[in-house]
């Protein structure tokens, strides 16, 4: 759902110590499967508190990317991600 912004793409959430915005790559407004060099435009206005998203993490060793989708925010699913690494 976008925001009251009018622009689109991701941005941080502005909130202070924001573990979830260190990882996001802020201000992009399309990014590109390296799978199949396909590039996708963010048509939306989108932060680490936008509910129900499709969100895309891309290894910072190697290409291979992971799609996932949610319908929290991406802050709790990342903090979700997190506890699960932490214990298992």
Known sequence: MA???THTGVDECKSEG???CKHIKKGTDKFQSTATR???NI???L???TP???YIIQCKKCPVQYVGKTSTTLQR???DYRR???HN
């Open 47 to 49: 932060t680490c508190k």
């Open 52 to 54: 129900s998203v499709i």
């Open 38 to 40: 396909k590039q996708y």
């Open 84 to 86: 699960f690494i932490k």
């Open 18 to 20: 924001c573990i979830c």
């Open 3 to 5: 925001q009251a912004d």
């Open 43 to 45: 048509k939306e206005y």
């Open 77 to 79: 699913r990342f903090s």
